[in-house]
């Protein structure tokens, strides 16, 4: 079966970090460009971040600007964000998405794990 697993979620205080991981399962990432989402109880989902398969290239939410990384190693077949200065409004369930390069869509999408940013 072709999915993304995601891990890496949790609790974390305001100013601490997390890394989240998206690992595929039955497929190779090479060719896909990859996507974290989240939504927030009561709220749309919402873009956080995407890669190219290459890497090359990343785009950010502004709300995420500065402090989130994302990174791939395709070595490992696995995509990673790196969440720094978390802030309460972090809160959310993240998505990982793996699309194929150049079609402009997200096939595989995982289950989720859940940030969670309290004091």
């Known amino acids: 079966q072709l999915q993304v697993v995601e891990s890496g979620g949790g609790l974390a205080q305001p100013g601490g970090s997390l890394r989240l991981s998206c690992a595929a399962a039955g497929f190779t990432l090479d060719d896909y460009a990859i996507g974290w989402f989240r939504q927030a109880p009561g709220k749309e989902r919402e873009g956080v971040s995407c890669i190219s398969s290459t890497g090359g290239s990343t785009r950010y939410a502004d709300s995420v600007k500065g402090r989130f990384t994302i990174s791939r190693d395709n070595a490992k077949n696995t995509v990673y964000l790196q969440m720094n200065s978390l802030k309460p409004e972090d809160t959310a369930v993240y998505y990982c998405?793996?699309?194929?390069?150049?079609?402009?869509?997200?096939?595989?999408w995982g289950r989720g794990t859940q940030v969670t940013v309290s004091s």
């Open positions: 998405a793996a699309g194929l390069s150049g079609t402009r869509r997200y096939d595989y």
